[in-house]
């Protein structure tokens, strides 16, 4: 079988180091084939972004250039309507096919609220989900146990011992990895940049170069 396509969804506004690192991490620790960063177009679960669609997405293609492995998928980004992950795997699979292996990146926090997701039991059918469980937190084995019911349930009929059987089924189980502890937000990169403050560090040097050159993020 394939190895495994790694799905990073995001509003990335901007998309920042961290981004970057959880990235890496589960190329590394899952065997991926690449990641596929999908900037989100009208997020339903939070808050309008800030910069425009085609300021993330720029950001996002500025971010990867270089890296082969890291790819930008746009088919939710100029959308207007609410865009589900759910219908976004729903694509993703009828073009790579039934049997390429999928995974869809979490963090913890993301991962513990999935029950209030749209359909969020067809995600396990569309794809594998891999669990960035950040270094110096809960550890997600004892998170869970305050989690919704039929999480819980879920999460213990699919963990994987691991990494292997995200290569061996196209989808279905659950595997965590662990993150460095990188505290990195876009919250605080859009309130440095409308102070004038630099940024250098926390996003790659061509996102802080199109933030400050296009004043992005000057009215936060």
């Known amino acids: 079988m394939a190895q495994p396509i ?3 969804g995001g509003t990335f506004d901007p998309i920042h180091h961290g981004h970057l690192r959880i990235a890496q991490e589960a190329l590394e620790q899952c065997g991926m ?11 339903p679960h939070r808050p309008a972004p800030q910069a425009p669609a085609k300021a993330r997405w720029e950001m996002v ?19 207007t309507d609410p865009c589900y992950t759910v219908d976004t795997l729903k694509t993703l699979r009828a073009e790579l096919g039934a049997q390429q292996p999928l995974c869809l990146i979490l963090g913890g926090d993301a991962f513990l609220q999935l029950h209030t997701w749209h359909e969020w039991r067809q995600l396990f059918d569309l794809a594998h989900i891999v669990v960035l469980q950040r270094a110096g937190g809960l550890p997600l084995g004892n998170a869970i146990a305050q989690a919704d019911d039929a999480l819980q349930t879920e999460y213990r009929a699919r963990l994987a011992p691991g990494a292997q059987a995200l290569h061996e089924t196209p989808a279905g189980a659950i595997f965590v990895a662990d993150m460095p502890a990188l505290e990195i937000s876009s919250t605080d ?15 790659p040097d061509a996102v802080a170069h199109h933030i400050q050159t296009n004043q992005t993020y000057s009215t936060c």
């Open 6 to 8: 790694g799905i990073l």
């Open 33 to 43: 084939s690449q990641v596929r960063f999908i900037p989100s177009g009208t997020p």
């Open 61 to 79: 293609r500025l971010a990867v250039t270089g890296h082969p492995d890291l790819v930008v998928d746009t088919r939710e980004v100029f959308r």
């Open 189 to 203: 990169i859009r309130r440095r940049s409308a102070e004038g403050k630099n940024i250098r560090y926390l996003v």
